[in-house]
């Protein structure tokens, strides 16, 4: 298969299998930080506001730097971006192991690793895959690359909780700092960037200003946003929840390995879903499930059945968005400049990252509880469904002839 800027030799569903191994390394990583926040507070003596702030940092720089990074993948090559990523990845876990103070936990842990997301993830590989696979099976190969960031919470977080009860936290994040060189390796089948830019074909430039006077393009950022706060808050701080209210910590890292569990599911059937029905429908009853789920588990008692119940629901609504959402940006502007403008979006989705991660430990510091986290999450799940029903998702005439 022939396709402009990507190698001879390049096969599209190689290229998707090794983008979704990558993001099973580096999200399934990501996704065990939560099970560090207790041993680290008794070690150094870093509070929980103090480690939910250190999260926050990593989300916002992982979205602020998004789009500059989707943009040198564009130009210069998905491979390269990841293979430099995998190498910062590596050296924040590192210098986290050695961290001695709530100042060196945001350093590495925050800035470094944060860093180290937005070069690992998503907006990179999917920018990749998107330029190869055909439309009409484009929803179904997202949804595969996005499962691996929940294969690797499944596989990856059971892992962690077994190394830092056996080795210590500090070993096993060096154990979680030598799996990211195996991002470097498998960076070499991640091949290709955009095709290289003719007279008909929008550049960066153009597709920015392109997205900043479309409506939909900012409700998209704004439903995001909503996706971002959900994800950071269950993944840092359901476990200490749980602990909190009486249920064994074994649970909350079973809970966070079933909601990866069932997002491989998820991810995947809302990825069918994108190439079946309009997208922005998906993508709002999603949000109402996401409310639904959380409402009815606040109201039940808690106790380790449902705690696992409510992984595996939500786990199943978990990342469903990401196929969905860069889906629709690639529907409406086309494949040149997605890595750049799902860029944009992803940087919101870390915005609500930062306040999900952060606010909630806040809320948890001054309250005692995460009562207010969890109504924030329940409002915020029903104002997304609601702004994603009026987007305006007929592609531009511009991305037609581009793509």
């Known amino acids: 298969m022939m396709v402009p800027g990507i190698g001879r030799r390049a096969s599209p569903w190689l290229l998707v299998a090794c983008g979704a191994t990558i993001v099973t390394l580096s999200m399934g ?17 870093v509070d929980r506001a103090a480690f939910g702030l250190a999260i926050a940092i990593q989300n916002l720089l992982f979205g602020l730097v998004q789009p500059s990074v989707g943009a040198l993948a564009d130009r210069y090559g998905a491979g390269r971006t990841i293979a430099a990523g995998g190498l910062v990845y590596a050296a924040g876990l590192a210098a986290t ?21 937005a070069g690992t993830t998503f907006v990179v590989i999917l920018g990749a895959v998107g330029r190869v696979v055909p439309a009409e099976r484009r929803g179904r190969a997202f949804g595969i690359v996005t499962a691996g960031g929940s294969v690797g919470q499944c596989l990856v977080v059971p892992v962690v909780q077994t190394l830092i009860e056996g080795l210590g936290w500090r070993a096993t994040l060096y154990v979680l700092a030598g799996l990211m060189l195996l991002v470097v390796v498998l960076a070499r089948g991640v091949t290709g960037r955009a095709a290289a830019p003719d007279a008909a074909a929008p550049g960066a430039g153009f597709g920015l200003r392109a997205a900043a006077g479309h409506s939909g ?8 946003f909503v996706c971002g706060f959900h994800i950071a808050f269950l993944s840092t701080h359901l476990p200490a929840y749980l602990s ?24 995947y059937f809302f990825g069918y879903c994108g190439d079946r029905y309009r ?24 106790g380790a059945t449902s705690a696992l119940l409510f992984a595996a629901a939500i786990g199943f609504l978990w990342l469903g968005t990401v196929p969905l959402t860069s889906g ?34 806040w809320s948890y510091t001054v309250t005692g509880d995460y009562d207010q986290a969890w109504l924030a999450s329940l409002a915020l799940a029903l104002i997304a469904a609601a702004l994603h029903w009026p987007i305006r998702d007929t592609p531009l005439a511009s991305a037609a002839r581009a793509d």
């Open 244 to 267: 909190d209210r009486g249920v064994d910590a074994v649970i909350g890292a079973a809970a966070l390995a079933v909601i990866g569990l069932f997002n491989v599911f998820g991810s």
């Open 279 to 302: 997208k922005k429908h998906v993508l709002a009853w999603l949000y109402v499930a996401r409310a639904a789920v959380i409402a009815l588990f606040l109201l039940a008692p808690l």
């Open 29 to 45: 990583a990501r996704q065990a930080f939560g099970l560090f926040m207790v041993p680290m507070a008794q070690d150094v003596g």
């Open 97 to 117: 192991a050695t961290a001695g103070s709530a100042a060196g936990v945001n350093v590495s842990l925050g800035v470094l690793v944060g860093l180290a997301l």
């Open 328 to 361: 629709l940006v690639g529907e409406i502007f086309g494949m040149r400049n997605l890595s750049l403008l799902f860029g944009v979006v992803f940087m919101s989705h870390q915005f609500g990252s930062f306040f999900g991660a952060w606010a909630a430990g």
């Open 217 to 224: 393009f900012w409700l998209l950022n704004a439903g995001f």
